[in-house]
């Protein structure tokens, strides 16, 4: 049960949050809680990429804006939202699949360089392509229905049962990599991070560990875009640009390298705060700050390098006396 503690503590707060905003006459923040948890799908994937696989990307909003995009042009034509969301998933694993194979081969800012031009690649195709809406996107994407009368849709009256299922998804994800991280494959991920030569020594197959771990990241950013666009009812060229792979990037950073559960709390916190317009015009400045705050004054995360600064401290000063 330990490992599920962050799990049980996620599943707690999930439930008072409606309460308070209820009390406090604010139900309206659960519409950008619910945006916040899409949001927050997306870095989990990269968390798990960065954190664990030990390979970074800055390729993650064009995975978000292939299921985004996939999803809105298929439903919008008129094909179940069910389907299209499917045919999101299976496109942007397929995409992964492909450039995964030369791109990981390349390491360090050699990797991040490359990742970066397949997201560069994917916001001109959207915002280029007449089809695709150019600079004004797709809108006017229809709902998605789950079961009876219940839908993923931005509506007043659905605030709730969206809320509900948005964070129902992330504690789903936190169950499945929390599972995924405690088992002989995260074991193997915690090997090539600390040591690929090592890894593959002890007979990892590193090439297809990390070509897997890339396709999960890009899954959970597809299933993020695919589903925050049915929610929005649109999306634009702008869910595509680097700017926000480097948002998905500094969150990764504030909740721990390699802390899903601080990277589940770092996205749905900082994605909120943005939502509500707190960073005003320096939105995308106030994160590019936190991430290169956090880089060099707590590079495993505030959870970890705060209580690590503390211990040293307290080393040095017991060493002086």
């Not at 950008?32 to 927050?40: C, E, G, H, I, V």
């Not at 070509?211 to 649109?234: D, E, K």
Request: proline share 3%; glycine share 10%; aromatic share 10%.
């Amino acid at each position: 049960m330990k490992k599920y503690t962050s799990l049980i503590i996620f599943l707690g707060l999930a439930v008072l949050i409606p309460l308070i905003t209820s009390l406090s006459g604010k139900n309206f923040y659960l519409t950008q809680l619910t945006m916040s948890a899409y949001y927050a799908l997306a870095a989990l994937g990269l968390c798990l990429l960065l954190g664990y696989a030990g390979q970074i990307s800055l390729g993650q909003a064009g995975f978000f804006a292939i299921g985004g995009y996939t999803s809105a042009i298929m439903s919008s034509a008129g094909l179940d939202p069910r389907l299209a969301f499917i045919v999101a998933i299976i496109s942007a694993a397929l995409i992964a699949f492909v450039i995964g194979i030369p791109v990981l081969k390349l390491k360090g800012h050699y990797l991040a360089m490359a990742t970066l031009g397949f997201g560069v690649i994917i916001e001109k195709l959207v915002r280029g392509i007449p089809s695709l809406g150019g600079a004004d996107g797709i809108s006017n994407v229809p709902d998605f229905p789950l079961f009876g009368s219940i839908c993923i849709t931005g509506g007043r009256a659905a605030r709730l049962s969206n809320y509900i299922i948005s964070f129902t998804l992330l504690a789903l994800a936190l169950f499945l990599l929390t599972n995924l991280l405690s088992s002989r494959s995260g074991r193997a991920l915690r090997a090539i991070h600390e040591s690929e030569d090592a890894a593959s020594a002890m007979g990892v197959n590193t090439a297809r560990t990390k070509l897997i771990t890339f396709i999960i990241a890009a899954v959970c950013a597809a299933a993020a875009g695919s589903l925050l666009t049915h929610y929005n009812g649109s999306i634009g060229p702008g869910e595509a640009a680097p700017l926000k792979s480097i948002r998905y990037l500094s969150i990764v950073a504030v909740g721990g390298i390699s802390n899903v559960a601080g990277t589940l709390a770092a996205g749905i916190i900082l994605n909120f705060l943005s939502l509500r317009g707190v960073f005003g015009v320096y939105d995308d400045a106030v994160f590019g700050v936190i991430l290169v705050a956090v880089m060099m004054l707590a590079p495993e995360g505030f959870k970890l390098s705060i209580p690590s600064w503390i211990s040293k401290r307290f080393v040095q000063r017991k060493s002086k006396t």
